[in-house]
């Protein structure tokens, strides 16, 4: 049985299912995951390898420098974005995209609640900063809709930061130094009270030092360690 191609409900134009992706079910098995990406032009096979003009072209706007951009070219051309369906309801859902290309499911792929996290369009900075801006959405598997949580992270977010059932989004500030969670509606500072340094004491170079970061959260999200 055909359960997405290129021409399926809910697949974006001139994109399909990609090769590079990888195939994971949810605990539940209800769900299924894949990678999409833009349709790629046939190869063309009537010209020999020295016949073929290249050309490299850089622009002071682009995201990464033009050396970063070959060191880059094999990931780039593989890269994919996350997609869902929802074998339950025969129903396909776009998750992840070129503006937010990173996805964190929750609760092992069964969460309704998965976390996008993207520089896109901050990347430029990277080149003489050392990192990025960072916007953190909230994304609602059942449908693929996004809300802004946080717009400008500079900081560090990663799948243990996630409550395990999507509950928290949770994220360390290199400015405050200090964890901030969102339970939905608002994002407060969960560490305020706490007095002692949550960050790398022993850290030496320019640029903020990172956290000591998080061990585990407790069963039901009741606390994070």
């Known amino acids: 049985i055909l359960l997405a191609d290129k021409n399926s409900v809910g697949m974006k134009l001139s994109m399909t299912v990609s090769e590079h992706g990888n195939l994971n079910f949810s605990k539940s098995g209800n769900r299924l995951f894949f990678g999409t990406a833009p349709i790629q032009p046939p190869k063309d096979t009537s010209l020999v390898e020295i016949d073929l003009v290249k050309l490299d072209i850089w622009h002071y706007k682009d995201d990464y420098l033009q050396t970063q951009q070959l060191f880059r070219l094999q990931r780039d051309l593989q890269t994919n974005y996350l997609a869902v369906y929802h074998l339950d309801k025969k129903q396909l859902n776009q998750l992840a995209s070129e503006e937010i290309p990173t996805v964190i499911p929750t609760n092992e792929g069964d969460g309704e609640r998965?976390?996008?996290?993207?520089?896109?369009g901050k990347r430029v900075e990277g080149q003489w900063t050392g990192n990025t801006k960072k916007d953190i959405y909230a994304i609602q598997v059942a449908?693929?809709?996004?809300?802004?949580?946080?717009?400008?992270?500079l900081?560090?977010?990663?799948?243990?930061?996630?409550?395990?059932?999507?509950?928290?989004?949770?994220?360390?500030?290199?400015?405050?130094?200090?964890?901030?969670?969102?339970?939905?509606?608002?994002?407060?500072?969960i560490t305020s009270k706490i007095k002692v340094q949550l960050w790398n004491e022993e850290h030496d170079s320019p640029s903020d030092p990172a956290p000591y970061g998080v061990v585990r959260w407790q069963e039901n999200d009741e606390a994070v360690f």
């Open 114 to 120: 998965f976390v996008g996290v993207t520089d896109y």
């Open 155 to 189: 900081g560090f977010i990663t799948p243990q930061y996630i409550s395990p059932t999507g509950k928290y989004i949770m994220w360390y500030d290199s400015k405050a130094r200090h964890y901030f969670a969102w339970d939905g509606d608002t994002a407060r500072n």
């Open 143 to 153: 449908d693929g809709s996004r809300q802004l949580v946080k717009k400008d992270m």
